[in-house]
Nanobody, 120 residues
Framework: QVQLVESGGGLVETGGSLRLSCAAS????????MGWYRQAPGKERELVAG?????????TASDSVKGRVTVFGDSAKNELYLQMNNLKPDDTAVYYC????????????WGQGVQVTVSS
C-alpha cells in the first residue's frame, strides 16, 4: 500500500505561481515513478508532468502547460513537487499526485487531490 498526500493548492491570481507537494508513504520499495495529473470540471484527467524516482526520465506535459511547470522530487523525503508559474485560469483543476510501483501486477496509486483555482 502506498499513500499519497498532496498539499500546496489554493487560490492564486493569473500570472502567479504555486508549488504543489506530494508526500508518499507506505510500501515504497518498488516505487518507480511519480507524477502530477489534473482534472478540470467536465474534463478527463490529464497528465501534467511526471518523473522516475531516479530523476532520469521525465514525462512531458501537454503543450498547454509545457514551459510553465517543473516537476522535481526529493527521494530522501519521498516527496514530489510541481512548480507552476505564470498560472492561467485554464489551469484551474483538481491536481492529483500519482505513484506507480513495479509489481505483479504493477500498481497505480492516487492521492485525494488538491484544488488549484486561478482567478482572472
Amino acid at each position: 500500500q502506498v499513500q499519497l498526500v498532496e498539499s500546496g493548492g489554493g487560490l492564486v491570481e493569473t500570472g502567479g505561481s504555486l508549488r504543489l507537494s506530494c508526500a508518499a508513504s507506505g510500501s515504497l520499495f518498488t516505487l518507480y515513478a511519480m507524477g502530477w495529473y489534473r482534472q478540470a470540471p467536465g474534463k478527463e484527467r490529464e497528465l501534467v508532468a511526471g518523473i522516475t524516482r531516479d530523476g532520469k526520465k521525465h514525462y512531458t506535459a501537454s503543450d498547454s502547460v509545457k514551459g510553465r511547470v517543473t516537476v522535481f522530487g526529493d527521494s530522501a523525503k519521498n516527496e514530489l513537487y510541481l512548480q507552476m508559474n505564470n498560472l492561467k485560469p485554464d489551469d484551474t483543476a483538481v491536481y492529483y499526485c500519482n505513484a506507480q510501483t513495479i509489481g505483479m501486477p504493477a500498481h497505480d496509486y492516487w492521492g485525494q487531490g488538491v484544488q488549484v483555482t486561478v482567478s482572472s
